[in-house]
């Protein structure tokens, strides 16, 4: 006896609609393996529509007031706490996570952001007008850049959406937002919730795969494309962007180095790491995977993170002592096997490394000692639920190591004393530097990194700003 799948629809010019075609692809529930909804398959006809209606709105939300937007997001942060469970569902049957952790670590989080860039909204500032030539004023004016093209992942499906649209909306621009074809459900429930409160035709919503998200980048209309994924897929969407000179907002891979030195408390810092390396399965592009520690504290902290690792559950979302949920789809838990299977020979699995279970995509917490900086686990994401350990000898040494990748996005330093926490959080080429901590996120501060991590910022004032254009008036004081 088949069960009738749900049918999620596109968002698109206040309405929702199925793709123009009438393709659709299955969603699956990644804690069991099973589809249990439809979504459009968007194509180009659904693409010129969503860009139509986003062109449409933009001049008069460009010309509303930064306290017409503020109001409007204020409202919009009050119905996801009056939804909240609503968008808790979905978000758990779009990506199996714990319920009571999405309860409690992104609803919250998601409000708070909103509530921010309401604020924000209010507070955009430049340099004063003055006279830099006889007789003439200068004045810095910031304007939304237009409609936004904007891709969001499957890691962080609801919250990513937040991060992308919130301060899209604050500064005056319209959006069209692509989730994952992994993950469409909380986006669209997203797009109900939003839909009554923003103008029609300025949050639109479309669902598809890679290459709708192709389609959207390379639409003449959208002036920004912002994209949060893959190093491969930013690399795809700025050469496309590139073809007519499209802003490019990117928040990519990393690979976060923790920095383990001799006097940092070991309990401390092993219940630190191992809840921010196995956080959401590791799929986390912050996650604290990748741990150099001091030799002489090495063994005794590789036990201490065993030990950690053997004791963290993963299971069903409804599960109250489950730690995280199921690597997201079939791929990821082939990917997160493979760099397992494929370990060199003086690698050692310390805890974990393996499947849990037949069904669903769940993977053991995992520990991994014994590795050289060349190793492959080492210099690429594994975007799971494992934490690779390295020795090292000294503070030149580490330093090297930890800037030893591609990535550079965030870091970590666990250590008691301050002056060298100091240095390392000059001499580490991360975005982040957090010091005897690991992955707190606040909405006033940056989130964004260097090399093939991207480029731009997420959340805070920067954030804001990346939305918007400078404009330079020129006035006569004789006209």
């Given at each position: 006896m088949s069960t009738e799948l749900r049918r999620l629809?596109?968002?698109?010019?206040?309405?929702?609609?199925?793709?123009?075609?009438?393709?659709?692809?299955?969603?699956?529930n990644p804690a069991t393996g099973e589809a249990y909804a439809t979504a459009p398959l968007s194509g180009q006809a659904d693409v010129d529509a969503a860009m139509a209606a986003a062109a449409a709105a933009f001049p008069a939300w460009r010309d509303s007031t930064p306290a017409e937007r503020q109001k409007a997001l204020l409202k919009i942060a009050d119905a996801f706490e009056e939804r909240a469970?609503?968008?808790?569902?979905?978000?758990?049957?779009?990506?199996?996570?714990?319920?009571?952790?999405?309860?409690?670590?992104?609803?919250?989080p998601m409000v708070d952001q909103i509530r921010f860039f309401a604020g924000a909204a209010r507070m955009l500032e430049g340099r004063s007008a003055g006279e830099y030539m006889d007789g003439l004023t200068s004045i810095i004016r910031r304007e939304p850049v237009g409609v936004c093209a904007q891709v969001a992942p499957w890691n962080y499906p609801m919250?990513?959406?937040?991060?992308?649209f919130a301060p899209a909306i604050a500064a005056g621009n319209t959006v069209v937002l692509k989730p994952s074809d992994t993950t469409p459900a909380s986006t669209v429930l997203i797009a109900d919730i939003i839909g009554s409160i923003l103008p029609k035709g300025v949050f639109n919503v479309l669902c598809g795969d890679r290459e709708t998200g192709r389609q959207m980048v390379e639409h003449p209309t959208p002036a920004m494309a912002s994209i949060t994924g893959s190093v491969r897929a930013g690399i795809s969407v700025a050469e496309s962007a590139s073809k007519d000179v499209k802003r490019v907002h990117l928040e990519l891979g990393g690979k976060a180095p923790v920095v383990v030195f001799e006097d940092a408390d070991i309990a401390t810092a092993v219940?630190?790491?191992?809840?921010?390396?196995?956080?959401?399965?590791?799929?986390?592009?912050?996650?604290?995977?990748?741990?150099?520690?001091?030799?002489?504290?090495h063994d005794e902290f590789v036990a201490a993170l065993a030990k950690a690792a053997a004791e963290t559950k993963t299971g069903?979302?409804?599960?109250?002592?489950?730690?995280?949920?199921?690597?997201?789809?079939?791929?990821q838990l082939k990917q997160v096997s493979g760099f397992i299977d494929r370990l060199p020979a003086h690698a050692k699995v310390e805890a974990g490394g393996h499947r849990v279970g037949e069904k669903g995509y769940f993977y053991a917490a995992t520990v991994v000692s014994g590795l050289n900086q060349d190793d492959e686990i080492i210099q690429n994401e594994v975007f799971g639920p494992v934490i690779t350990v390295q020795s090292f000898t000294d503070e030149d040494q580490v330093v090297e190591w930890a800037n030893g990748v591609?990535?550079?996005l965030a870091s970590s330093v666990w250590t008691k004393d301050h002056g060298r926490?100091?240095?390392?959080?000059?001499?580490?080429?991360?975005?982040?530097?957090?010091?005897?901590?690991?992955?707190p996120l606040v909405a006033e501060m940056p989130h964004g990194g260097f090399k093939k991590s991207g480029y731009g910022k997420d959340l805070s004032a920067y954030g804001f700003e990346d939305y918007t254009r400078i404009k330079h008036v020129m006035t006569s004081l004789d006209s």
């Amino acid at each position: 006896m088949s069960t009738e799948l749900r049918r999620l629809r596109n968002y698109i010019d206040g309405e929702f609609r199925d793709a123009a075609d009438g393709r659709t692809t299955e969603v699956v529930n990644p804690a069991t393996g099973e589809a249990y909804a439809t979504a459009p398959l968007s194509g180009q006809a659904d693409v010129d529509a969503a860009m139509a209606a986003a062109a449409a709105a933009f001049p008069a939300w460009r010309d509303s007031t930064p306290a017409e937007r503020q109001k409007a997001l204020l409202k919009i942060a009050d119905a996801f706490e009056e939804r909240a469970e609503e968008l808790i569902a979905a978000e758990v049957e779009n990506t199996g996570k714990p319920t009571g952790l999405t309860r409690d670590e992104e609803i919250p989080p998601m409000v708070d952001q909103i509530r921010f860039f309401a604020g924000a909204a209010r507070m955009l500032e430049g340099r004063s007008a003055g006279e830099y030539m006889d007789g003439l004023t200068s004045i810095i004016r910031r304007e939304p850049v237009g409609v936004c093209a904007q891709v969001a992942p499957w890691n962080y499906p609801m919250m990513m959406a937040v991060w992308k649209f919130a301060p899209a909306i604050a500064a005056g621009n319209t959006v069209v937002l692509k989730p994952s074809d992994t993950t469409p459900a909380s986006t669209v429930l997203i797009a109900d919730i939003i839909g009554s409160i923003l103008p029609k035709g300025v949050f639109n919503v479309l669902c598809g795969d890679r290459e709708t998200g192709r389609q959207m980048v390379e639409h003449p209309t959208p002036a920004m494309a912002s994209i949060t994924g893959s190093v491969r897929a930013g690399i795809s969407v700025a050469e496309s962007a590139s073809k007519d000179v499209k802003r490019v907002h990117l928040e990519l891979g990393g690979k976060a180095p923790v920095v383990v030195f001799e006097d940092a408390d070991i309990a401390t810092a092993v219940e630190g790491i191992a809840g921010a390396g196995y956080f959401n399965a590791g799929q986390d592009c912050t996650a604290a995977t990748r741990v150099l520690v001091h030799e002489s504290i090495h063994d005794e902290f590789v036990a201490a993170l065993a030990k950690a690792a053997a004791e963290t559950k993963t299971g069903l979302p409804d599960d109250e002592d489950v730690a995280f949920g199921p690597l997201n789809n079939p791929n990821q838990l082939k990917q997160v096997s493979g760099f397992i299977d494929r370990l060199p020979a003086h690698a050692k699995v310390e805890a974990g490394g393996h499947r849990v279970g037949e069904k669903g995509y769940f993977y053991a917490a995992t520990v991994v000692s014994g590795l050289n900086q060349d190793d492959e686990i080492i210099q690429n994401e594994v975007f799971g639920p494992v934490i690779t350990v390295q020795s090292f000898t000294d503070e030149d040494q580490v330093v090297e190591w930890a800037n030893g990748v591609e990535y550079a996005l965030a870091s970590s330093v666990w250590t008691k004393d301050h002056g060298r926490a100091m240095r390392m959080s000059k001499k580490l080429d991360f975005g982040c530097v957090w010091i005897n901590t690991h992955i707190p996120l606040v909405a006033e501060m940056p989130h964004g990194g260097f090399k093939k991590s991207g480029y731009g910022k997420d959340l805070s004032a920067y954030g804001f700003e990346d939305y918007t254009r400078i404009k330079h008036v020129m006035t006569s004081l004789d006209s």
